[in-house]
Structures are given as C-alpha cells and as structure tokens.
C-alpha cells in the first residue's frame, strides 16, 4: 500500500532533519503535530540538494545533481518517487500547493554552488539568497498558512527576511569551512583573509534588519507555526548575537556554537514569553 511507503519516506525525512540540524529539528518539535511532518518534509528536500553541492567531492556532483533533479520533476509530476526524501516532499508540495517557481529558483542556486565560488556584488547575493533561503521560508509559510492565500500573501516579506537571516547567520558562522574547504566566499568584498572588525559589524547591522523585517510576521503567524517558528528566531537570534561578540579573527579561525544548554535556556524562554503572549 502507498500509504505504508509515504508513512516510510515521511520518517525519512525526519531522520534527516534531527541528523543534520539539531537546532532545527528542535524547532520544528514545537510546531504543532498537524504540520510538523510536512516541515521536515521540505528540509530533507532542501539538505539533500545542498548536501550534493556541498559535499562528496569523491563524485560527479553534476551528475548527481542532474539525476536529483530529473527525479524531483517526475516526482512532482507523477506525484510518486522511490526515492523516499523526494516521495515526501512531493506530498507537501500537492497538499499545500508550493508554487513551482519557488522549487525552480531554490534549485537554481544550488546549481550555482557547484560552479560559482564569489559573488562580486549586492546583486548577485541577492540572487542567490532569494533561491537559497527566502524560497524555503515560502515554502515553510505555505505550510504554516494551511492554503490560506491572503495570510500567505500579507506574511511573504517577513517569510523571506527571516530565510535571509538566517542562511546570512550560517554564512557568517561558516565562514572559514566555505573558504577552506569549498573556496567560497559569499559576502560581497568579504573573504576569509580580508574579514575585519568593520566588515564583520556592517554584516551583523545588515542580518539585524532581515531579523527586524522577520519579526513582524511572527506574532501573526497561526498558533500551529508560531511558538516553533519563535524558537527558531531565538536561536538564531542568539548565534547572531554570539557571532558580534566574537573579534573577527576567531569567527575566521574557528566555528561559533550555541551550547545545548543554552539552547534549551532559549526553548524555556520562548515558551513564557509565548505563553505570556508577548509574541
């Protein structure tokens, strides 16, 4: 019975999340029971196509990635795939009916990575950005919206501030590993030998504002999305804030954690905060 195989694929997919992302695998945890599922759906999705541009460098990464993609389009079209991760995010795709444009533009950026190694200007950034993380809080939003097209419609800017900060966060973190091992470089005019104190804080004051744009939306987000898309925020808020206080020679010498502990402090904190209503 298919239903038994989507059953599989969709603990698949949440073998995948709670593998890869701790962080975010605890807050997807927090979303309500109704909608979890299809959140991991859509990262096992976005972390396979990013682990192909990212990783085994023992391979042909375009074929692997051209076979990926081949498989995604039948999978979207035959709304069935053997491969489980795509099985699962076909599903999502038809029940909340993701816009293709966005599957095609978060696609376009991971092929990007496999050839694209510095983007010169604001313009290419963007670019790359919108398809990298904007599109994946879309994705996420029609979820959280539950085919509503007006909320999802009022809550797109916010949606794609909050991707940006948060993909910009791990751009910032990662810095030395996409310089090292990838010889990538994101931010425009900034590398891993020219990061300085300067930079580093235009960067910081630059993801703020994608917070500051993020967090209007939070509070309207329906009950089932809100506490786990805040304790999202808190988190990353929290590395952002770890990364200020970090001189730039550390950030390009070593990677910036958030311990378990103070993550479980941030959880603890987002639950009275919700609760109090003060999102």
Do not use: W
């Not at 990212?54 to 709304?79: A, C, G, T």
């Not at 010498?253 to 479980?264: H, L």
């Amino acid at each position: 019975m298919k239903s038994i195989f989507d059953a599989v694929s969709f603990q698949c997919s949440k073998i995948v999340t709670e593998s890869y992302s701790t962080s975010f695998a605890l807050a997807t945890r927090m979303l309500a029971p109704s909608i979890r599922k299809d959140i991991y759906n859509i990262y096992g999705f976005v972390r396979f196509a990013d682990e192909i541009v990212d990783s085994f460098h023992e391979y042909d990464k375009h074929v692997l990635f051209e076979r990926f993609e081949q498989e995604l389009q039948l999978s979207l079209s035959e709304r069935i795939s053997m491969n489980p991760i795509l099985n699962a995010f076909q599903h999502t795709y038809h029940q909340y009916r993701i816009p293709e444009h966005l599957v095609q533009a978060f696609m376009k950026s991971m092929r990007m990575d496999l050839s694209k190694n510095i983007y010169h200007t604001e313009e290419e950034f963007r670019e790359y950005i919108y398809g990298s993380a904007d599109v994946v809080g879309l994705m996420c939003l029609r979820v959280f919206t539950q085919g509503n097209d007006e909320r999802y419609e009022s809550l797109k800017a916010s949606a794609m501030a909050l991707g940006s900060a948060f993909q910009k966060v791990n751009f910032l973190r990662d810095l030395k590993a996409d310089y090292e091992y990838l010889n990538r470089s994101y931010f425009p005019n900034a590398n891993l030998m020219e990061l300085d104190e300067h930079t580093k804080q235009t960067i910081v004051q630059d993801i703020k504002a994608d917070f500051a744009e993020g967090y209007k939306g939070i509070s309207q987000l329906p009950n089932a999305a809100r506490f786990g898309v805040y304790t999202a925020y808190k988190y990353y808020y929290k590395l952002l804030q770890k990364l200020q206080n970090t001189p730039s020679l550390e950030i390009k010498n070593s990677r910036i954690r958030v311990a378990n502990y103070q993550k479980f402090g941030l959880l603890a904190q987002s639950y009275v905060n919700y609760k109090l209503k003060l999102v």
